[in-house]
């Protein structure tokens, strides 16, 4: 069987596999056997995408001019199969945490649907197919962040959701329109034909970068996204947060560097200038939350944000035709955006067995964890290492190639581009710094210290199947942060598919290391690092314990000489990011404390109060609601009329379009 | 057969990993020396950080019941971490054979590792000190990584490479002349050194006031052979610190690759004389400066961010400024 028919055949698959769902979804054992379903169909896939080899088809379902085009490039093979080992995780970890979900009716007939939908995407080859796949992909994810529709939380969640997903589909409809118009054709083998004059291709970029951007959640267009993610199942979150902005990445690559034809440089400034500010803000909300999956959520927006400023200088690179730096670009880009599906996963899967063991999201209510959970708990301290790009993990791989990237740019001609790239450098810089510092704090206040509630005491170890999915994925983290080389040569392919160039083979190279840049003697080498690590370690403790004590004893914390305090006395959350919210709150986030303190003698207690405001919600969606309102409002009028005035209105609309007519000739 | 320039370069190696592991010690004890006798003190002997350690290390641990592995575990991996780095900064010679593993930005993402786990065990015990350091120390090194970060661009775009012992050679070399951005990036530098080894005037490395502490609040409840870890791990911190600016600034002396045994002893030397003016520096500037409010620090590693980005900001408006 070739490829796309493989592909095709899970796709269909799933949505048998959904239809099936929906009827028998309150059959005992449909949970495992769903997920279970699902975690094969999307092995299988991941298989088939690995497999290699191009293939198209054309069905004859769809449009009746058009049918169905598909095709499997390298660039798809490659998101293939990063969907694919996502939707394997989730799937296997929800065989155990979907148990817990109160009414599986509302998620088991959409997750093989989502699946689906997203594989479509990605292997659509015109544009009717594509804005197919991506609609039954939103779709499904709004049934999903509905599931739990009975809180006005996900209830507000899901319409803002379904509002800015038809406002993408809406621009990328444009920009198809756009696109198609110069010859005619939807198939994107006809895109590919024509060229468009500079400002419509610049109307394409703009309109790709909203549409894509805003699924993928670039600031302002992020609004949805933190509200949506973590109103879903956490295997769903994991799914949405990990894996479906990584689809609207592919769409912009597709769109902006296949389809679109020869870039100009200025292409790069809106896209750095997205991809820099979502990163420094996502991570800085992020710190701010204390919400365990709207945190994560927010730090999604991070990662897009930094795999944004990959892809923003591969445009660079592209229209200054330095095809080696930008195949660098894109690389860096591509694994991290594979970096961020592992870790992310694994970080969802945490804050879910979180929930399910305390019912409780909110991390000021948590702390001590790691003592009942300790398996979780290592796994997650793994993703959280790696999130923070810290070596000798795999998120850490990829922001070196994204530093590497920066310091081969001052090549660039353009004056706009050498000062824009320093300047995004650094929001890239603080951006790590401060992911740093965000999980520093999550995992230190969640899952060590002491229970903040009794809400802990109750909490056991997740169940078998979800503790497999996330061992997996944390040592996949460790796998591909110590081989990095090995990554880099297998996007190689699909790098070179749209850039036309590439990095030197990593294969070869002696002890594993990688060298992006022939030229300069840049290298990292993750696995010596490894072990010298591990060896100083082990040399280290050897060492003291013969030479000192091996003796421990266990006493009452001292804690300054202060034993005895409560728990309460930790640190929270709120207090922890106190310090970073003082120097960075007031300008962005115009945060202010006011605190209330008694008179003398009066024993009520002090309070503190903080204030944060989401400047893009405040600045952006209050005004255009606002205006939406007000002008449904000032339609509703034309409802209550008389039938004498809706008849002068169709008249007066006649003349009006009579005399138009006669005009106009 | 193995050649010999790898031999060598095997010898290199090993020597400075324990060199440093060695000699850490010494230069916080000099420092405090030099502090001690500007204050008009006799002070403690400069060989008193090494009975220090031998004393925690005989001693048992006491460890808080409120803590996890991750308390026990840390000061291990820290210390490993941060000798890595240290060892794969060129000391006394250039041709370190493992130093490919690792450039410039990789070095810092180790110690970057560690400080991860420091913040961590110090939340660990759950307490309300271990907090505040923690808090306070990640306030410090959200804007320090990022400084030293641009550092590094700067000088990586001047060397054309973010590999150490690349970057000494082109400093050596005569066609660097007199650069604008160097200079920005040296100042920058010693401000991030002293934020990221809590001296004055960021944090006060003798003090347990609480309103002042950092490092010494993240370390509060370490004890015995944990304690011994922890300060060793800072001691090198400070010495990887120091030879860093110096062979990045002032690489002079660093033996090159397949050089006799006189180069080594020559680089050696160098070395020594460079550390032992780097801790009399440190010493007569902790003396002569206050320590600042916690929240003037940002302040103070603004300049410090500020200036690495108009160092690389100058690199890519002109390679030769």
């Known amino acids: 069987m070739t490829q796309p028919t493989l592909v095709l055949a899970c796709i269909a698959t799933l949505l048998l596999l959904a239809a099936g769902a929906a009827f028998g979804a309150r059959a005992p054992k449909a949970t495992p056997l769903v997920y279970g379903a699902c975690a094969t169909i999307s092995l299988v896939a991941f298989g088939a995408a690995l497999a290699g080899g191009d293939g198209t088809m054309v069905l004859p379902i769809g449009l009746p001019w058009l049918g169905a085009h598909i095709r499997i490039d390298r660039l798809a093979a490659t998101f293939l199969a990063l969907i694919n080992l996502g939707a394997v995780g989730a799937s296997v970890y929800a065989i155990g945490y979907g148990r817990h979900e109160h009414a599986p009716a509302r998620v088991l007939p959409f997750f093989p649907a989502f699946l689906a939908g997203m594989n479509l995407v990605v292997i659509a080859d015109d544009a009717y197919t594509f804005l197919f796949g991506w609609e039954v992909m939103s779709l499904a994810s709004w049934a999903l962040v509905m599931a739990d529709g009975r809180s006005a939380d996900s209830r507000r969640a899901g319409i803002v959701y379904l509002i800015m997903a038809t406002f993408s589909a809406l621009t990328l409809l444009l920009a198809f329109g756009l696109l198609a118009a110069q010859h ?3 198939a994107f083998a006809d895109i590919r034909a024509g060229t468009l004059p500079p400002w419509q291709a610049g109307l394409v970029l703009v309109l790709a970068l909203i549409g894509a951007g805003s699924k993928a959640g670039l600031i302002p267009l992020h609004a949805w996204l933190p509200l949506a993610h973590p109103a879903a199942p956490s295997h769903v979150s994991a799914l949405m947060s ?6 609207a990445v592919y769409a912009f690559i597709r769109i902006v560097f296949d389809l679109l034809g020869p870039a100009s440089w200025w292409w790069a400034v809106p896209v750095l200038t997205a991809g820099g500010t979502a990163a ?9 939350e204390r919400d365990l999956k709207r945190l994560l959520a927010y730090s999604t927006i991070e990662n897009i944000g930094i795999v944004f400023i990959g892809v923003g200088l591969a445009l660079a690179f592209r229209a200054n035709a330095m095809p080696d730096a930008a195949a660098l670009a894109l690389t860096a880009a591509l694994f991290h955006a594979f970096n961020h599906m592992l870790f992310k996963s694994v970080l969802f899967f945490g804050a879910g067995s979180v929930l399910v063991a305390t019912g409780e999201r909110n991390i000021e209510r948590l702390g001590g964890l790691i003592r009942v959970m300790p398996v979780s708990a290592a796994c997650v301290l793994v993703a959280c290492m790696a999130i923070s790009a810290l070596p000798p993990l795999n998120g850490f791989a990829s922001e070196w190639l994204t530093f590497q990237t920066i310091l081969v740019s001052p090549q660039l001609p353009q004056w706009g581009l050498r000062l824009l790239v320093p300047t995004v450098g650094t929001m890239l810089a603080l951006a790590a710094a401060l992911a740093a510092a965000c999980f520093v704090r999550a995992y230190g206040i969640a899952w060590l210290g002491r229970p903040r509630s009794p809400c802990v005491a109750g909490a056991q170890e997740a169940d078998r199947w979800s503790i497999a999915a996330m061992a997996v994925f944390a040592a996949l983290c460790l796998l591909t942060g110590l081989f990095p080389g090995l990554v ?27 060298v992006p840049v022939a030229d300069r003697s840049s290298s990292y080498d993750a696995l010596t690092v490894f072990l010298f690590v591990v060896g100083a370690a082990v040399m280290g403790s050897m060492l003291v314990h013969r030479l000192g004590t091996r003796t421990v004893r266990r006493a009452r914390t001292w804690d300054c000489g202060y034993p005895d305090l409560g728990p309460t006395t930790q640190y929270t959350a709120a207090s922890y990011a106190q310090p970073i919210r003082r120097v960075f709150g007031p300008l962005l986030f115009g945060s202010s404390e006011t605190v209330q303190m008694p008179p003398p003698g009066d024993l009520s207690p002090a309070r503190i109060r903080k204030h944060i405001h989401d400047r893009a919600w405040e600045t952006l969606y209050e005004p255009l609601c606002k205006a939406v309102l007000a002008t449904a409002e000032l339609f509703n009028r034309f409802q209550f009329l ?9 008249f007066l609309a006649l003349v009006g379009l009579l005399l138009a007519l006669t005009i106009w000739q | 057969m193995i050649p010999l320039a790898m031999v060598q370069a095997l010898a290199a190696q090993g020597t400075q990993m324990f060199l440093v592991l060695l000699l850490a010690p010494l230069l916080v004890g000099y420092v405090r020396f030099v502090k001690a006798r500007l204050q008009r003190r006799r002070g403690p002997s400069v060989l008193q950080p090494y009975r220090d350690l031998l004393r925690l290390l005989r001693k048992e641990v006491v460890l808080p019941d409120t803590s996890s592995w991750v308390f026990r575990a840390a000061p291990y991996a820290i210390c490993s971490f941060t000798w890595v780095a240290a060892a794969l900064v060129p000391t006394f010679a250039t041709n370190l054979l493992f130093s490919w593993s690792g450039d410039l930005i990789a070095i810092i993402a180790l110690l970057g590792t ?5 913040a961590l065990a110090a939340l660990d015990a759950g307490t309300g000190f271990g907090g505040l350091g923690s808090s306070r120390e990640v306030m410090i090194a959200s804007l320090a990584e990022p400084a030293l970060t641009m550092l590094v661009f700067a000088v990586a775009l001047i060397a054309g490479t973010t590999q150490l012992s690349a970057i000494a050679a082109a400093v050596l070399a005569p066609d660097l002349g007199l650069r604008v951005s160097m200079a920005l990036a040296l100042i920058g530098f010693v401000i991030v050194a002293i934020a990221e080894n809590a001296r004055i005037p960021v944090d006060n490395p003798a003090s347990h006031l609480e309103l002042t502490m950092v490092h010494e609040a993240m370390v509060l409840e370490y004890s015995g052979r944990y304690l011994a870890m922890m300060d060793l791990a800072a001691a090198l911190k400070l010495l990887m610190y120091a030879s860093l600016i110096a062979c990045v600034f002032c690489p002079w002396g660093l033996a090159p690759a397949r050089s006799g045994l006189i180069h080594y002893a020559i680089g050696m030397a160098a070395w020594g004389g460079k550390m032992l003016v780097a801790g009399t520096a440190l010493a007569v500037f902790e003396t002569i400066t206050a320590k600042m409010r916690v929240f003037r620090v940002p302040d103070f590693l603004g300049i410090a961010l500020m200036l690495g980005l108009l160092g690389t900001l100058l690199l890519f408006v002109s390679r030769s400024l």
């Open chain 1, 184 to 186: 005619g054709g939807y």
């Open chain 1, 242 to 247: 990990g894996v479906m902005t990584k689809v």
């Open chain 1, 280 to 288: 420094v803000l996502g991570v800085l909300h992020a710190l701010m």
């Open chain 1, 488 to 514: 880099i040569d297998a996007l190689s392919a699909a790098v070179r598919q749209i850039v036309a160039g590439r990095l030197p083979a990593q294969a070869g190279l002696p002890w594993l290391s990688i």
């Open chain 1, 642 to 650: 008389t039938i004498r005035r809706y008849l002068s209105f169709v």
């Open chain 2, 114 to 118: 560690a400080r991860f786990l420091q």
